[in-house]
């Protein structure tokens, strides 16, 4: 496919995202991801066929930024345990991620490539190993935008099992931590919940701690 195909199948997927993020403005449904609750009657509701809506709604929260993944991940602890509800947000956030990635890699890579690619020099965007690690990286970090990060992998050289690899070692943490915010919510046990928010906040010392530990090797290496 040609380039200008895909700036036009860009633009058709962009105006389809807009369509449904104005829909579920308009209607009040966008407030819906917001309200643990009223996920928890609709997962339900649904029966047996309540995970299979965690993993959609945690997909599609990955692909469309404005819809919140964190209640939808809380959620699924509060209504699967700790165990299964980690399960069903890892199989979604992963998901979402991969077709995230896929999308930027069919319509963008080519066109990086063909625009910068004799002008990208940093080993930080060649080194396949580097771009694990920074996917790794900003996948521990809750205040950088997990969509953005999947999508803008998919412009780089990093390979499909090396994305998908980094992004689920780095949402592991974040995802069993909610999940068990959510588990004990059941039990109403302030402490625990208080523990586990503590968690969640610590994770962000994490990518502070790597990053050192990497800037002290690659000195050492140097000497």
Partial sequence: ????????????????FLIIYIYLHQSGDLNYFYEIERLKVQLVQLGSLGPFLIVLLMAGAIVMSPIPSAPIAITSGLLYGHSWGTVYILIGAELGALIAFSISRFLGHEVMQKRFGERIKSKWLTSNNHLMFVVFVSR???FISFDIISYAAGLTKISYIQFALATLAGILPASFLLAHFGGEMVSDDS???????LLLGALTLIPIILTVVNKVRRNIKLK
């Fill in 140 to 142: 521990l970090i809750p």
């Fill in 191 to 197: 402490q625990r919940m208080f523990i586990t928010i």
């Fill in 1 to 16: 496919m040609d380039i200008l195909r895909k700036y036009i199948v860009g633009i058709f997927l962009v105006l389809i």
